[in-house]
């Protein structure tokens, strides 16, 4: 029994082909969307690649980039079919490419729904990323005369300014690191050898932070050296005062500023998923509809539509055999439930037996 069918006449199969015209010309818009929403994520993360770890943070835009061009081709090729479906001498030459085309896009409207669940799914592996590439931007914050870090400074300041945020999980992890290159200390202060002495690997470790980790709106003047020590400054205490200097840390300022755009995106996406859907459904009954039309020799009549000739599970099972039979060449094909009729043919008894065959004079 046929799933979903619909009786069409002649005039509901002509304005079904050409709405179907018409929004497959809409759907290579969407496709064209899908590619700059990808292209727009790819550059956003491309700008920050520097406090990012190497990873697959790139596989979510570089699928909604090859889906969208993927979907200006199909349906630009869809278009085309659905304006000459109006017609159904048109659509004889159309015959044998409509279900691999549906099939084929099937599996596209598919691609788009894996693309907007990726979306939400990329979280995990961008807050790994992040946090390995800032903690490494960090370290390498003081090595301003070494070819290949010499930028992170620049790129660590201007994401702390931009972002209003310090460090990667926050202001603290600067106490950790040596941030102040040695070419900027002096090295015959007591306050600098005993800090450099009191430190088992050797390293100048203050409870400072950058300037770029000041917060500007604050009323106070910045404090950003010895900002344990409530005793460097007037009135000022660490545990109970608001420090005026970044709190978060930039890991997770990053990670929120790119779920928002990810979220955006993929909404988009599952709304364009949605209507390539709603589009490959209409052209599904266009194709069962124009196929009944000529099998019945009437091209003025009405003609049934349907998504599936069969049931569900009859469809099913019936995809089954097809896929386990599939490249058994030499075995018989026991998929539509007939066997070959040129096989198990019972021989013909005539009722002689023992006739001898003359033999083939020999040529002279």
């Known amino acids: 029994m046929a799933v979903l069918k619909v009786k069409f006449t002649k005039t509901k199969r002509d304005k079904l082909a050409q709405i179907l015209w018409i929004l497959n010309w809409v759907s290579v818009v969407s496709g064209i969307i899908l590619f700059s929403l990808g292209l727009f994520l790819k550059i956003e993360i491309k700008k920050r690649n520097e406090v990012m770890a190497k990873g697959d943070i790139n596989s979510v835009p570089n699928m909604l980039i090859s889906v969208g061009v993927i979907a200006c081709i199909i349906n630009f ?58 903690r490494d931007a960090i370290k390498f914050y003081k090595d301003t005369d070494i070819p290949g870090r010499c930028f992170l400074k620049k790129t660590v300041d201007l994401l702390q300014i931009g972002f209003h945020c310090c460090g990667n999980n926050g202001f603290r992890d600067w106490f950790e690191i040596q941030w102040v290159s040695a070419r900027y200390l002096n090295m015959a202060s007591k306050e600098v050898l005993d800090r450099l002495n009191s430190n088992v690997d050797g390293k100048f470790l203050v409870d400072g932070v950058p300037f770029s980790c000041c917060n500007p709106s604050s009323p106070r003047p910045c404090i950003q050296y010895q900002l344990t020590n409530n005793s460097a400054h007037y009135n000022y205490d660490f545990l109970t005062e608001e420090l005026n200097i970044w709190v978060k840390g930039c890991r997770e300022a990053l990670l929120d500023y790119y779920t928002a755009i990810m979220r955006s995106i993929g909404i988009a996406a599952l709304l364009i998923w949605l209507f390539e859907l709603s589009v490959l459904i209409g052209v599904r009954y266009l194709q069962t509809a124009m196929k009944n039309v000529l099998l019945l020799g009437d091209l003025e009549g009405e003609s049934d539509g349907w998504l599936l000739e069969n049931s569900f599970v009859e469809t099913a099972k019936y995809n089954i055999n097809i896929i386990k039979n599939f490249g058994k060449a030499n075995q018989i094909s026991t998929v539509s439930g007939m066997n070959d009729p040129n096989t198990d043919v019972q021989n013909t008894n005539c009722g002689k037996t023992n006739v001898t065959t003359k033999s083939i004079p020999a040529a002279r």
């Open 77 to 134: 090729l869809g278009g085309k079919i659905c304006y000459d479906c109006s017609d159904a001498n048109k659509f004889s030459r159309w015959k044998l490419v409509m279900l691999p085309y549906i099939v084929c896009t099937f599996c596209f409207t598919f691609c788009i729904l894996v693309g907007a669940l990726m979306c939400y799914t990329m979280r995990n592996e961008l807050e790994e990323s992040l946090y390995l590439g800032l």
